[in-house]
């Protein structure tokens, strides 16, 4: 999930510019300061440059995305906006090809999060077919991201080094899944019992003499925001600390070149990919973790890419000496790559970063009007075959685009319509007695389009869509809850963990409350104001509340809802949602995008 927990530093607690939030104006080139000058690609003996192509966050979306989720924002040179369709691997693949041409030193990475929370296609095959199109595409490493930890460490660990689902056993007769091709880094996630970590901490790429390594790292907060059982076992460190550590591994092994992959990111101050980041001044145009990251990893480390946050940008940050560093993220679901001139020196092997001449670090649009990678077409259609029976199945019609990811408000309506369906699954008193139920913004993955997908018609909602939106799969619980502490969940909203980035729940019809957001921390939520089906939050009573199990394991930074008493075990969370579509929705009769007027929000 893309909103960045608190993080527990223990090194460093350093105030971050003022300046990092400053607008950035004016459309340019994103182009920053990876390497010295740019020329040729052999100028000379002595020095050659390396192309470094990039992205992160795909989540195992192979086919182009749906609705706003399927979209990059560009700016015009007259200051507008345009919304441009891209993704799809078939266009990714095509992309990453054709930028290879003309390039003989040419490393493609990534950072993180390549397979979870995935569409149908993928999630319901365990992400093997997004590992095979992984392979196809030519990414020779990535970063691990706390989405790879959706199904446990084993899971991971079979996805790396391949072999059939334990339980599902192989999916095309004389096929046996082969893992990745590509090395997974998992260098601060360490086993508790060896302190080993779970994969390799780090790999080196080699090319013609030219070595480059690379360094891959989730957030140090992932136990926050996945399963625990998942984890159980492991130990997540500081970014900070652990790049540092193996930089200088690295340099030991005569390597001097390195490049750290980042499951972390920050929070651009335009939405356009291709804003000025560095306007007025370098690294001006971003804030967030990143930042902070950015300013404390050595020196030794020449570039970073980063992700999880599923922003655009592409920056320069100084290092810890002053020394211009290219900071860079593509968005998400594969909509963006970017193209980074590393200028590698042999005498020194090492990375030049004496010049801020341009480019050296460029967002790309993947956009749709490029031929398709015919590969990449087979395999969508292999697996898709294999998934026709149960991912073309109709579970519900809509009037319109209904707004889930795609929302740019504390409140979606699809957030309402999810939150909606698991109150009916368990309102009943032999199924759990809900009153009310809550959903986490993170696990609300797309949009519902009107548009038809395939062949199911406009309006037609599909179960593969349904999951594309709820694929996680998690069961519903319902417990009990006190006034207090249901008022103090909603407080964790905007206050500990969430105060820097608020996750919004989502609410079912009945509870209403006033989000005062000119306020700080807890005092955001105006106590007064929660209200259930129109009579006053009591905090002496106990309420009966249904969310999905990973909020009431306290995830996403809700610690209050562990606390939850007398626990009833209901339907999956897609099982609640589709059901949902179902009862209330026809051909003749689909269903109309609530208001989303549930919370109101003061700015």
């Not at 909103?3 to 920053?32: E, F, S």
């Not at 990973?550 to 209050?560: E, I, Q, R, S, T």
Request: with cysteine; glycine share 12%.
């Amino acid at each position: 999930m893309p909103a960045t927990p608190q993080r527990r530093r223990t090194v460093r607690r350093l105030t971050i510019g003022a300046a990092a939030l400053a607008a950035a104006a004016g459309l340019a080139a994103t182009a920053l300061p990876a390497g010295a000058d740019t020329g040729p690609a052999e100028r000379t003996g002595r020095t050659v440059d390396v192309q470094l192509l990039s992205f992160n966050d795909f989540h195992g979306n192979l086919e182009p995305p749906q609705g706003s989720s399927g979209t990059v924002e560009e700016l015009q040179p007259d200051g507008t906006k345009k919304a441009v369709p891209a993704g799809g691997v078939e266009y990714l693949a095509q992309s990453l090809r054709t930028a290879r041409k003309g390039h003989p030193y040419s490393v493609t990475a990534a950072a993180g999060d390549m397979v979870g929370a995935s569409p149908l296609l993928s999630g319901l095959f365990h992400d093997e077919p997004t590992i095979e199109a992984m392979n196809k595409l030519g990414l020779d490493v990535t970063s691990v991201g706390n989405h790879e930890f959706d199904e446990g460490r084993t899971e991971l660990t079979r996805l790396q080094k391949g072999g059939c689902h334990p339980k599902d056993g192989c999916y095309e007769d004389g096929k046996e899944f082969q893992g990745a091709g590509f090395p997974y880094l998992t260098a601060n996630v360490t086993d508790e019992t060896t302190g080993r970590p779970l994969l390799k901490p780090y790999s080196v790429w080699q090319r013609k003499g030219v070595k480059i390594g690379f360094i891959g790292v989730t957030l140090e907060g992932t136990p926050d925001i996945v399963n625990a059982d998942g984890i159980k076992g492991l130990k997540f460190h500081d970014e900070v600390e652990t790049i540092n550590k193996y930089a200088k591994v690295l340099n030991k092994q005569g390597v001097k070149a390195i490049v750290a992959l980042i499951h972390e990111g920050g929070l651009p101050a335009s939405t356009s990919y291709n804003y000025k980041c560095d306007s007025p001044g370098p690294g001006d145009g971003i804030s967030g973790p990143i930042t902070e990251i950015a300013q404390h990893v050595t020196p030794k480390v020449d570039a970073l890419v980063t992700g999880h946050t599923h922003q655009a940008y592409a920056c320069t940050i100084p290092d810890p000496s002053g020394r211009p560093r290219t900071v860079t993220s593509a968005a998400s679901y594969g909509k963006l790559y970017t193209d980074t001139t590393l200028t590698y020196d042999r005498r020194t092997r090492d990375i030049v970063r004496t010049s801020v001449k341009a480019p050296g670090a460029v967002n790309h649009v993947v956009d749709r009007t490029q031929p398709k990678a015919a590969d990449m077409t087979s395999l969508i259609a292999r697996w898709n075959k294999l998934a026709a029976p149960v991912a073309g199945r109709p579970v519900g019609h809509i009037s319109a685009d209904i707004a889930g990811r795609g929302a740019n408000a504390p409140e979606s309506p699809l957030g309402d319509v999810i939150a909606d369906a698991q109150l009916e699954a368990t309102k009943a008193a032999d199924k759990g007695g809900a009153q009310l139920a809550l959903m986490n913004p993170g696990g609300i993955r797309s949009d519902l389009a009107f548009k038809a997908s395939g062949s199911e018609g406009d309006g037609t909602v599909t179960y593969g869509e349904a999951f594309t939106v709820q694929p996680f799969t998690n069961m519903t619980n319902v417990v009990d809850l006190t006034g207090a502490q249901l008022l103090t969940a909603l407080q964790q909203q905007v206050s500990g963990p969430n105060e820097a980035s608020p996750k919004i729940l989502q609410v079912s019809d009945g509870l209403t409350y006033t989000l005062d957001m000119t306020k700080k921390g807890a005092d955001r939520v105006v106590k007064d104001s929660i209200k259930l089906n129109g009579a006053a939050l009591d905090p002496a009573k106990t309420y009966r509340v249904a969310m999905n199990e990973f909020l009431a394991g306290g995830g996403d930074g809700f610690p209050a809802f562990k606390d939850g008493r007398n626990k009833y075990v209901g339907p999956s969370d897609l099982d609640a949602f589709t059901g949902y579509l179902t009862a209330h929705s026809s051909a003749e009769r689909p269903l109309t995008p609530p208001k989303a007027d549930r919370i109101t929000v003061v700015k």
